[in-house]
């Protein structure tokens, strides 16, 4: 039964170098923070990070391996607040959790956590899906 | 310059993107999605951030691209976005304003099917100072 408060299990999602590269030719976001090492370093960034975009993806790949596949999704928002760092040679996790905030009807609002490192990198990370 | 009078103005972008099953499948690939029979709900940022960077960097418009980072993202999907639509575009400038030195853009993204609104998203985009 789901209801207000119900929450989902955690899963755990490793990034490297090569899924940045990937999604960078998969979206079409070849901005070089994302695969650069020496230019992220020269723009003030503490290494290469993640797309914002890629996290969200793979959060809502979370949310639809739950909710029943992609079409499931109606909205789906978060803010970005702090990167995922992506070493060289490493796998980094996004850690992921979420809870039932709101049942209407058929509609189900989820408040998504999202954490690399140990910190917290989405905000007001939300969706409302219909489960099928 | 960011022109101030472009904010609350819609603007026309690509009037027919078509999407493939091999651009969907490389980014269901890359999340691991297997089911490509529909297009992953974020798929579409990869049309809207491209139709914004046209748009907004027209000169009537005058965003600097160049020092843009992404804050925040939000989709509302009225129907999911499959291989073989052809999308018309337009960005919807919502507000801006300037705080600490950095412009801040909220604007929409409208993807028709046809006469059918099928996905709404809206990107706060940060030019750093």
Known sequence: MISVGTALPEKIVYLDRALLKAYADASGDQNPIHQNEEFALSVGLPNVIAHGMLTMALVGKYVTDWSGGSASVKEFGARFIKPVIVPAGEKVDLTINATVIEVNGEEIKLDLIATSAGVKVLGMAKAVVIKK | ?129
């Open chain 2, 1 to 129: 310059m960011f022109a101030p009078d472009s904010v609350g103005r819609t603007f026309a972008g690509a009037d027919s993107i078509k999407i493939s099953q091999s651009e969907i499948d490389a980014f269901a690939a890359v999340i691991g999605e297997t089911d490509t029979s529909v297009a992953p709900p974020t798929f579409t940022i990869r049309i809207s951030l491209d139709q914004f960077q046209n748009i907004l960097t027209r000169p009537e418009v005058g965003l600097d691209w160049s020092r843009l980072v992404h804050g925040d993202q939000k989709f509302e999907v009225f129907a999911p976005v499959k291989a073989g639509d052809s999308l018309r575009c337009s960005a919807t400038i919502e507000s801006y304003r300037v705080a600490a030195g950095n412009e801040i853009v909220s604007v929409r993204s409208d993807l028709h099917r046809g006469e059918d609104l099928v996905i709404s998203s809206w990107s706060t985009l940060v030019v750093r100072a």
